[in-house]
């Protein structure tokens, strides 16, 4: 069964202080894996797309890495506009359905204090 | 770019009641629509696609029905809702290199009360 999991499930940091979210997936085929940002009562707003292991993209404090069992979101020295919810969802590579199909995590709610 | 619109933006509405959301896509054509849900402590689940006007697959058998009247026109429906019907709807399209990347609108939250 295709699944994401996201660790942690809430990560607050400081200003300035560095860390990581993980994204472990199982999937049959990966056609991709995407990164989204999710403010409080708005739509995911789209990061990245990640298509094989080794890859990297970065967009500012955030760089993005691919495995291939997992996926990691690097944030450097975070501000407080960072906070948000940021989720992972794998697009399953098996024929037919739709490419929309993607297969979401519950999210890593960050929180970034000055 | 495109841009995506819903509306109602919230609404609350009785058990039994019937529901329609809208979504509206400009800047492209014959694009890729989805209806997916999120509820609380889940994550977001693919309800229904369309690759065309009067093109819909559904992705679970649930309560609620899609259509779409119009190339940019995508409408979730509902007879009658359910207490599990609440959530947080959103609509997406897909474009960038083909038509991979889902984008989505702001969302329409729903309480059945």
């Known amino acids: 069964e295709d699944q994401v999991t996201q660790s942690p499930e809430a990560l607050r940091l400081q200003e300035g202080e560095s860390s990581s979210l993980n994204c472990s997936y199982t999937?049959?085929?990966?056609?991709?894996l995407f990164w989204y940002r999710q403010d409080p009562g708005k739509g995911p707003e789209f990061l990245f797309t990640l298509y094989s292991a080794g890859e990297e993209k970065e967009k500012e404090r955030l760089k993005a890495t691919l495995t291939k069992k997992e996926s990691f979101l690097h944030i450097t020295a975070p501000k407080p506009e960072d906070s948000a919810t940021y989720l992972c969802?794998?697009?399953?590579?098996?024929?037919?359905?739709?490419?929309?199909?993607?297969?979401f995590g519950k999210g890593t709610k960050l929180s970034v204090k000055p | 770019s495109q841009t995506i619109h819903q509306w109602p933006a919230t609404l609350v509405q009785p058990v039994g009641s019937p529901l329609s959301l809208e979504c509206t896509v400009e800047?492209?054509?014959?694009?890729?629509l989805y209806w997916y849900r999120q509820a609380a402590g889940r994550g977001l689940q693919l309800l229904f696609y369309?690759?065309?006007?009067?093109?819909i697959s559904s992705e679970v058998p649930q309560n609620l029905s899609a259509s779409r009247p119009q190339d940019r026109q995508f409408i979730l429906s509902s007879k009658k809702l359910l207490l599990s019907d609440s959530g947080f709807y959103l609509c997406?399209?897909?474009?960038?290199?083909?038509?991979?990347?889902?984008?989505f609108g702001e969302g329409s939250w729903l309480t059945v009360v």
């Open positions: 997406a399209c897909a474009r960038g290199p083909g038509g991979n990347t889902i984008y």
């Open positions: 999937v049959s085929g990966l056609r991709g």
């Open positions: 969802a794998v697009q399953p590579g098996k024929g037919g359905g739709s490419q929309g199909n993607l297969i």
């Open positions: 800047g492209t054509s014959n694009p890729n």
């Open positions: 369309s690759v065309g006007i009067g093109q």
